[in-house]
């Protein structure tokens, strides 16, 4: 059974920092892209950021692009999103998600973590 | 605003079919066969339910349905149930750069 575990989140200052941790089971890892999906309260989704499965390539949304950075470690089977110079609209569930080339689309999901900013 | 265009509710009897559209711009939707559709419950992660555009996950219902023209996606749910009641988001890839957008999302309600 596929199973993609987040933590990490919590409550943070404007202008800090935190580091998300999504561990992967039930699927070799390093053969998939991975994904970090965010949907702010009441809000709908939006792509953050991708990795490719060797580690080699990255994405990342506008909104993030300078702030945030993607990671993994296959020996892990573990993805990470550092996140640095947190603004209040970067508050929302953080989602890793599975990630399918080249149709760009999140099979699996993992349960979410809430990052919260504000002071 | 969100990049796809979505209708922010629909509502349908059991048994009765449901048409959920996603317009997007020749740039995403109409650009690539690379429309997918998500389930999400209220507190839950989302869940794929097609993908390239008329794709159905393994496990995935034959009542959902994909297809598109030019720059609109449509998700065909047939013989609406009540655990159908959920939101609804489509994401198409729109190149390289900017990788996927989402549509604001569609609450469907089973009267």
């Known amino acids: 059974e596929v199973q993609l575990l987040a933590s990490g989140g919590g409550l943070v200052q404007p202008g800090g920092s935190l580091r998300l941790s999504c561990a992967a089971s039930g699927f070799t890892f390093s053969n998939y892209a991975m994904s970090w999906v965010r949907q702010a309260p009441g809000k709908g989704l939006e792509w953050v950021s991708t990795l490719t499965g060797s580690g080699a390539n990255t994405y990342y949304a506008d909104s993030v692009k300078g702030r945030f950075t993607i990671s993994r470690d296959n020996s892990k089977s573990t993805l990470y999103l550092q996140m640095n110079s947190l603004r209040a609209e970067d508050t929302a569930v953080y989602y890793c998600?599975?990630?399918?080339?080249?149709?760009?689309?999140?099979?699996?999901w993992g349960q979410g973590t809430l990052v919260t900013v504000s002071s | 605003q969100s990049a796809l265009t979505q209708p922010a509710s629909v509502s349908g009897s059991p048994g009765q079919s449901m048409t959920i559209s996603c317009t997007g711009t020749?740039?995403?939707?109409?650009?690539?066969?690379?429309v997918s559709w998500y389930q999400q419950y209220p507190g839950k992660a989302p869940k794929l339910m097609i993908y390239?555009?008329?794709k159905r996950p393994s496990g995935v219902s034959n009542r959902f349905s994909g297809s598109k023209s030019g720059n609109t996606a449509s998700l065909t749910i047939s013989g609406l149930q009540a655990e159908d009641e959920a939101v609804y988001y489509c994401?198409?890839?729109?190149?390289?750069?900017?990788?996927?957008?989402f549509g604001g999302g569609t609450k469907l309600t089973v009267l």
């Open positions: 998600a599975s990630t399918h080339f080249p149709g760009s689309f999140f099979e699996y």
């Open positions: 390239d555009v008329t």
């Open positions: 020749s740039s995403d939707v109409g650009g690539y066969n690379y």
């Open positions: 994401g198409s890839y729109r190149g390289s750069s900017t990788f996927v957008v």
